[in-house]
């Protein structure tokens, strides 16, 4: 099992920036490929951005490349998802998810285990 917890949601401008933290417990993080997801009120959660258990992959939604870079510190257990010029339709719940698999990085059923959820608003 690997417990994850988010945080770093908040409200922040349009054009703003925000650092989102996920802190993974249980089983050894560094075995694991990581993914953040979104889910705006009456859509579907959505693929934001994932990298390798390694961090040597990394893989964007079109919508955020060129803003967004997620990255993490196995010596921390911990995966970040930097997010600049952010725009009122990257409001959503942001999800923390790990996977065991090395493949399937762009969909939910991809990810063993997920995380609760932070929010993040961005206002006009």
């Known amino acids: 099992q690997v417990q994850l917890v988010e945080s770093g949601g908040g409200l922040v401008q349009a054009g703003g920036s925000l650092r989102l933290s996920c802190a993974a417990s249980?089983?050894?993080?560094?075995?694991?490929?990581m993914g953040w997801f979104r889910q705006a009120p009456g859509k579907e959660r959505e693929f934001v951005a994932a990298l390798s258990w390694t961090g040597g992959s990394t893989y964007y939604a079109d919508s955020v490349k060129g803003r967004f870079t997620i990255s993490r510190d196995n010596a921390k257990n911990t995966v970040y998802l930097q997010m600049n010029s952010l725009n009122p339709e990257d409001t959503a719940v942001y999800y923390c998810?790990?996977?065991?698999?090395?493949?399937?990085?762009?969909?939910?059923?991809?990810?063993?285990?997920w995380g609760q959820g932070t929010q993040v608003t961005v206002s006009a």
């Open positions: 998810a790990a996977k065991e698999s090395s493949s399937g990085y762009y969909t939910t059923r991809g990810y063993d285990y």
């Open positions: 249980g089983r050894t993080f560094s075995n694991y490929g």
